[in-house]
């Protein structure tokens, strides 16, 4: 059974959908189709062309590096299988994650990602050693399977270019370090959570959650965090002006 792969390309600034006809193997998934066109990068027009760039690391959904559009959803390429995608019709399509650079055909730049968690400050300062409460760690161990995909930035309807949302997975971590037993920034974590690009800025539209392939609890990490972020404020502006008087 043959099916067409649809990339989006760019090339000179333009972009542009290439075509490339698959014969399907059993058990397949999208990584592997794209390494078949790496080995042979012929389009349906018979053109040779360049490769198709992408990008993977652990091809078990634990690194983030293969996310992207499959037919429109953002979702990991390493364990998408292609199956599914040609059941009711043959061709599928890929593309980069709008809400990040584009590098190169489908690699986009997710330094964004990490600098957001530097603002959040998402990690521990020491290595001492102390007990965690099992329901305190069984409950950050959840947040802490964030891979950092970009999955939640791209399903968010309020985290765009004009909005300054630092986005669901940031907020999670913040979450994670503030609870965690060893953390001591939290005043770094919490003025990130109340600024402008802070928490308030999520509309409740919940796709995060819907679509993290990691299942983590984004919502809940959101009201949680909201409500923790009120306190911090009015807390901070009582000290203000206790300090004024
Ligand atoms: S919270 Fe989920 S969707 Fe968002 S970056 Fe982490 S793993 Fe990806
Ligand atoms: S290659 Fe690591 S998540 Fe897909």
């Given at each position: 059974?043959?099916?067409?792969l649809k990339?989006l390309?760019e090339?000179?600034k333009?972009?542009?959908f290439e075509e490339?006809?698959?014969?399907?193997i059993?058990?397949?998934?999208?990584?592997?189709?794209l390494?078949?066109?790496q080995?042979?990068?012929i389009?349906?027009?018979n053109g040779?062309?360049?490769p198709?760039?992408?990008?993977a690391?652990?091809?078990?959904?634990?690194?983030g590096?293969?996310?992207?559009l499959i037919?429109?959803?953002?979702?990991?390429?390493c364990?998408?299988l292609?199956?599914?995608l040609i059941?009711?019709?043959n061709?599928?399509t890929?593309?980069?994650?709008?809400?990040?650079d584009?590098l190169?055909?489908l690699?986009?730049?997710?330094?964004?990602?990490?600098d957001?968690?530097k603002?959040v400050?998402?990690?521990?300062?020491d290595?001492?050693n102390?007990?965690?409460d099992?329901?305190i760690?069984?409950?950050l161990y959840e947040?802490?399977?964030?891979?950092?995909?970009g999955?939640?930035?791209?399903?968010?309807?309020n985290?765009?270019e004009?909005?300054?949302?630092?986005g669901?997975?940031a907020?999670s971590?913040?979450?994670l370090f503030?609870?965690h037993p060893l953390?001591?920034n939290n005043?770094?974590?919490?003025?990130e959570m109340v600024s402008?690009?802070?928490v308030?800025?999520c509309g409740?539209?919940?796709n995060?959650?819907?679509?993290c392939?990691?299942n983590?609890?984004?919502?809940?990490?959101i009201v949680?965090m909201?409500k923790?972020s009120?306190k911090?404020?009015?807390k901070?502006?009582f000290?203000?002006f206790?300090?004024?008087n």
């Amino acid at each position: 059974m043959k099916y067409i792969l649809k990339i989006l390309r760019e090339e000179n600034k333009k972009s542009f959908f290439e075509e490339f006809e698959l014969e399907y193997i059993e058990g397949s998934n999208i990584i592997s189709a794209l390494l078949e066109i790496q080995k042979n990068p012929i389009n349906t027009k018979n053109g040779k062309v360049l490769p198709v760039s992408f990008e993977a690391g652990c091809l078990e959904e634990v690194c983030g590096a293969c996310s992207m559009l499959i037919n429109s959803i953002p979702m990991q390429a390493c364990t998408t299988l292609i199956k599914p995608l040609i059941k009711n019709k043959n061709f599928i399509t890929l593309a980069p994650l709008s809400k990040f650079d584009v590098l190169k055909d489908l690699v986009v730049d997710r330094s964004k990602i990490f600098d957001q968690l530097k603002k959040v400050h998402a990690w521990i300062d020491d290595g001492e050693n102390k007990k965690i409460d099992p329901k305190i760690r069984d409950e950050l161990y959840e947040l802490s399977k964030c891979m950092s995909c970009g999955v939640c930035m791209e399903a968010c309807p309020n985290y765009n270019e004009r909005n300054d949302f630092i986005g669901p997975a940031a907020v999670s971590q913040a979450k994670l370090f503030i609870k965690h037993p060893l953390s001591k920034n939290n005043n770094k974590r919490m003025n990130e959570m109340v600024s402008k690009e802070g928490v308030f800025n999520c509309g409740n539209s919940q796709n995060c959650k819907k679509m993290c392939p990691k299942n983590i609890p984004l919502t809940e990490s959101i009201v949680e965090m909201q409500k923790a972020s009120n306190k911090y404020f009015f807390k901070k502006i009582f000290a203000k002006f206790f300090r004024k008087n």
